[in-house]
């Protein structure tokens, strides 16, 4: 049976990754709602899907590390490859969260081409 893994301290470079992500994605969210009320339903559909792709960026430091440290070793591939494995099985919700946010840009899009605003 695997023993839970303690949960890293958060440095101060990814504290301050999540809170400007947070903060960006909590604007978009709110541009979505001033959108929705004054009819867009377009532009309110692409500003909920950003600020959702925002969201799911939230939890992807570490692997901007590892990107970091697999530029100067020569297995940096692999190391790339395991750190987003490990990542994609820790925090599942990103991958649902960044789905739903290239979904509803994909439909503003089409409202949009369609004549809708």
Known sequence: MDSPRKPLPISAGESAW????FL??????????VDFSSGRLAQGLGDLGVSSLLLSMLA???FLQAFLRASE???G????????????????WTARASAWGWAM??????LR???AE
């Open 18 to 21: 999540r809170s400007v992500f």
């Open 77 to 92: 591939r692999e190391l790339l490859q395991k750190e987003a494995e490990r990542l994609r099985k820790a925090q599942p």
């Open 24 to 33: 960006l994605s909590a604007l978009m969210a709110a541009l979505a709602m």
């Open 113 to 115: 081409l369609a004549g």
């Open 105 to 110: 840009m994909l439909l503003s899009l089409g």
């Open 60 to 62: 992807q430091y570490p």
């Open 73 to 75: 070793r020569p297995d």
